[in-house]
């Protein structure tokens, strides 16, 4: 069964680095979401893409994130000049279409901690 | 707004023992709810989903959820736990109409002792 791939799986960088989170989502999904989990707290949304444009985003998402697709394949999210507080999970998700009905395909994620 | 409730941030059961993991669920509107189970070091995978119709929904690994549209809930349901279905349950739920961006309850560690 196709997989979404994130990589790395485990990135540690200091604050005011700038970290780039790479996702590769199942090849013919066509919408691709961020979250992030911060330890023992919910899942939350970060952003949406679809037709190489951000959809949607929640307050999270200010200026020191961004997303892009460079190459059709690769799906990333770049965190500017990190903080403390961007120590989390990361996840990558996508799926064929949209509507609400189809379930995120989910990646294993990446665990950045900002030291 | 919408938001999910997830009341307990661990469930303890015997394997063998039906397990119920809660969730309550908050939506303008009707709701699409879906569960996902998360094992460690991986990503989340979908378990279930109501959309509509039939209130009780059957998904993997013998897992089911009934929908209570007058109680706002969508427990996680099954009848003989075992040791290898211990992980974290996360409920999500969208509005239907809506954005289409699930909002997801923080998750209940499920642990099926041996």
């Known amino acids: 069964e196709p997989e979404v791939t994130q990589t790395p799986s485990h990135q540690v960088t200091q604050m005011g680095q700038e970290v780039i989170l790479r996702c590769v989502p199942i090849?013919?999904?066509?919408?691709f979401y961020w979250y992030r989990q911060i330890l023992g707290q919910k899942v939350e949304f970060l952003v949406s893409?679809?037709?190489?444009?951000?959809?949607?985003k929640s307050e999270i998402f200010d200026d020191q994130f961004s997303v892009e697709r460079p190459d059709g394949s690769n799906f990333t999210l770049k965190i500017r000049s990190t903080k403390l507080e961007d120590s989390a999970m990361y996840f990558c998700a996508s799926i064929l279409r949209g509507g609400g009905e189809s379930p995120l395909h989910f990646g294993n994620g990446t665990r950045l901690t900002v030291t | 707004a919408q938001s999910v409730a997830q009341p307990e941030d661990q469930v303890n059961v015997a394997e063998g023992n039906p397990l119920t993991v809660k969730c309550t669920y908050s939506v303008s509107g009707n709701p699409y709810l879906f569960w996902y189970v998360q094992y460690p070091n991986r990503g989340l995978q979908f378990l279930l989903k109501y959309i509509t119709g039939d209130n009780l929904v059957k998904g993997s690994y013998g897992f089911e959820a009934e929908f209570n549209k007058s109680q706002t809930s969508f427990h996680l349901k099954k009848p003989s736990a075992l040791v290898s279905d211990s992980a974290l349950y996360f409920c999500?739920?969208?509005?239907?109409?809506?954005?289409?961006?699930?909002?997801f309850g923080r998750g209940t560690s499920l642990i099926v002792h041996p």
């Open positions: 999500a739920v969208i509005r239907s109409g809506g954005s289409y961006i699930p909002t």
């Open positions: 090849s013919n999904h066509l919408y």
């Open positions: 893409f679809y037709n190489n444009e951000i959809s949607e």
